[in-house]
């Protein structure tokens, strides 16, 4: 019997969670790019050397989430190659993901209404 019944899985666990480990990687370097644009065009249009403190944290979040990508990509495949379903908790991550965000958002906002006022 051929088709979608005679299989007894997906057709390669991996390659979604390549996928998936590929997008953060994209994000990681999209974030590396906009901390690196940051740290050369913020001091310069709003007068002081503080605003090089955005894009260094911009760096360091794109590392950690550089790191973490492949950290779990390599725990996942392990999972996957030993015939279990890959789970990791993901919470605290995705928290600290949403946080960052929320934070870069409100001192984008803070940076916006200083310079206007």
Known sequence: MTGPESRRGPFDAGLQLERTSLSWRRTALSLALGSLV????????????VWI??????????SALW???RR???AFMVQVQGGR????????A???????VATAGM??????LSVAF
């Not at 940051?38 to 050397?49: A, C, E, H, K, T």
């Not at 001192?107 to 916006?112: Q, S």
């Open 38 to 49: 940051s740290l050369r065009l913020l001091p310069v249009w709003l007068d002081g050397v």
């Open 67 to 69: 790191l973490t990508s």
């Open 85 to 92: 379903e890959p789970r990791i908790g993901g919470a605290v």
């Open 107 to 112: 001192l984008g906002l803070a940076a916006t």
């Open 72 to 74: 779990r990509h390599r």
């Open 53 to 62: 403190v955005p894009g260094m944290i911009g760096l360091i979040a794109a």
């Open 94 to 100: 995705l928290g600290l993901i949403a946080a960052g």
